[in-house]
């Protein structure tokens, strides 16, 4: 009797386990409906000879990263509304939001990924599906979210070829220089021409690519991480800060809160920067209005002496990022643009913003992809 409950035993967890298995390598690919349209919200100056920045602010959902060839159609159809409205040449450069890349992490997974209430639950279940590749991934993790970085880790080779290929294949179909915004990778770095990983810390990183897809210089690695990036991503130091020549001029690549910090732009205007760019995300919806909340885990600069709660998170956005700090870059324009949408409980706010040393203006708020252009 013994004898015969344990070979049932033995067998229900065999089957058990074959199911779960063949559960875990299972990925149906599910229809999905995404909103292509945009508008162009600001256009600033005249067009020229001398080419111009164009910020994408798009506006994305989980089910957006299904897969990179879903992802791809969205960002098609705005730089096709951008060349139907005149606003794409041999001399634009196109920059995309912050993190834009890192959730490429969701690519591939199962549906109740993209149907989670919250990224918590979203990262349970692709814990859940993925458990031989997260196991070896947890071993080699660093930071102290072993979780995040695991999961980064796990899908970072495909992930860095699916942002290549993303992004540098739109850069050369629509013939412009593309900040691809950023992407959460361990130890980035271009080696002959390809987009490759190491197996050290985590970096927020972005790269561009020029008007052949081929990416210009290395991926910058960000400065100042913020505090909801701290646990599992590095800071690079400023010395790393680099600028790359685009047919616009020479540009230097700021990613979000690095926009605050003089160290950036004395780094960049010691290389000659004429352009900048700052990809940049906001997470909580409502986020721009609220009392600012100081440096998010960051040290203050020194050249800063307001308080939090002194100004709005939009205001401080104005006085103390790149609209406030470029006048004193040596660089002759600028552009700040975010994400929004909404992925999984995030939520996005943050209005993207073009500046010269004399002016900036703000894009208006509001749903839908939005499209940003300062002419040089």
Same mark, same amino acid.
Not at 83 to 100: F, Q
Not at 158 to 166: G, I, P, S, V
Not at 235 to 263: E, F, H, K, M, N
């Given at each position: 009797?013994?004898?015969?409950?344990?070979?049932?035993?033995?067998?229900?967890?065999?089957?058990?386990?074959?199911?779960?298995?063949?559960?875990?390598?299972?990925?149906?690919?599910?229809?999905?409906?995404?909103?292509?349209?945009?508008?162009?919200?600001?256009?600033?100056?005249?067009?020229?000879?001398?080419?111009?920045?164009?910020?994408?602010?798009?506006?994305?959902?989980?089910?957006?990263?299904?897969?990179?060839?879903?992802?791809?159609?969205?960002?098609?159809?705005?730089?096709?509304?951008?060349?139907?409205?005149?606003?794409?040449?041999?001399?634009?450069?196109?920059?995309?939001?912050?993190?834009?890349?890192?959730?490429?992490?969701?690519?591939?997974?199962?549906?109740?990924?993209?149907?989670?209430?919250?990224?918590?639950?979203?990262?349970?279940?692709?814990?859940?599906?993925?458990?031989?590749?997260?196991?070896?991934?947890?071993?080699?993790?660093?930071?102290?979210?072993?979780?995040?970085?695991?999961?980064?880790?796990?899908?970072?080779?495909?992930?860095?070829?699916?942002?290549?290929?993303?992004?540098?294949?739109?850069?050369?179909?629509?013939?412009?220089?593309?900040?691809?915004?950023?992407?959460?990778?361990?130890?980035?770095?271009?080696?002959?021409?390809?987009?490759?990983?190491?197996?050290?810390?985590?970096?927020?990183?972005?790269?561009?690519?020029?008007?052949?897809?081929?990416?210009?210089?290395?991926?910058?690695?960000?400065?100042?991480?913020?505090?909801?990036?701290?646990?599992?991503?590095?800071?690079?130091?400023?010395?790393?800060?680099?600028?790359?020549?685009?047919?616009?001029?020479?540009?230097?690549?700021?990613?979000?809160?690095?926009?605050?910090?003089?160290?950036?732009?004395?780094?960049?205007?010691?290389?000659?920067?004429?352009?900048?760019?700052?990809?940049?995300?906001?997470?909580?919806?409502?986020?721009?209005?609220?009392?600012?909340?100081?440096?998010? &885990? =960051?040290? *203050?600069?020194?050249? $800063?002496?307001? +308080?939090?709660?002194?100004?709005?998170? !939009?205001?401080?956005? @104005?006085? %103390?990022?790149?609209?406030?700090?470029?006048?004193?870059? &040596? =660089?002759? *324009?600028?552009?700040? $643009?975010?994400? +929004?949408?909404?992925?999984?409980?995030? !939520?996005?706010?943050? @209005?993207? %913003?073009?500046?010269?040393?004399?002016?900036?203006?703000?894009?208006?708020?509001?749903?839908?992809?939005?499209?940003?252009?300062?002419?040089?």
């Amino acid at each position: 009797m013994f004898k015969l409950l344990r070979i049932i035993t033995l067998t229900l967890s065999l089957a058990l386990l074959a199911s779960y298995l063949l559960w875990s390598e299972t990925r149906p690919v599910g229809h999905y409906l995404s909103d292509l349209r945009s508008q162009v919200v600001l256009d600033e100056g005249q067009p020229g000879e001398h080419g111009n920045l164009l910020g994408i602010q798009p506006e994305l959902f989980a089910g957006d990263y299904q897969s990179r060839e879903r992802l791809e159609l969205k960002f098609v159809a705005y730089l096709e509304k951008a060349r139907g409205e005149g606003l794409l040449n041999d001399k634009t450069v196109v920059v995309l939001p912050e993190h834009v890349g890192t959730w490429l992490v969701a690519s591939g997974e199962k549906a109740e990924v993209y149907r989670a209430a919250t990224l918590d639950e979203a990262m349970t279940w692709m814990a859940a599906s993925n458990p031989l590749r997260l196991g070896l991934a947890w071993f080699a993790a660093h930071g102290e979210d072993r979780l995040a970085d695991a999961l980064l880790r796990m899908k970072a080779k495909r992930m860095a070829k699916d942002y290549q290929e993303l992004f540098g294949g739109l850069a050369k179909r629509f013939g412009v220089t593309l900040v691809a915004g950023s992407i959460v990778l361990p130890e980035p770095r271009v080696e002959n021409g390809q987009l490759r990983v190491g197996k050290g810390p985590l970096y927020n990183a972005s790269l561009v690519f020029g008007v052949d897809g081929t990416p210009l210089g290395q991926p910058q690695r960000k400065v100042f991480p913020i505090r909801d990036e701290q646990p599992f991503t590095a800071a690079a130091p400023a010395s790393d800060l680099q600028t790359v020549d685009t047919p616009a001029g020479r540009l230097g690549v700021l990613i979000c809160a690095d926009s605050w910090y003089p160290a950036g732009y004395a780094e960049l205007m010691r290389q000659g920067a004429q352009l900048l760019a700052v990809p940049a995300f906001l997470s909580g919806n409502g986020h721009w209005q609220r009392p600012w909340g100081g440096y998010n &885990g =960051a040290p *203050a600069p020194a050249d $800063v002496s307001l +308080r939090p709660g002194e100004l709005s998170e !939009g205001e401080a956005w @104005q006085r %103390l990022a790149l609209a406030g700090r470029l006048p004193d870059s &040596g =660089a002759r *324009a600028g552009i700040t $643009v975010f994400m +929004r949408g909404q992925l999984w409980d995030l !939520g996005s706010d943050g @209005q993207s %913003l073009v500046a010269t040393p004399q002016h900036y203006r703000l894009a208006d708020d509001g749903p839908g992809a939005r499209l940003v252009n300062l002419w040089l």
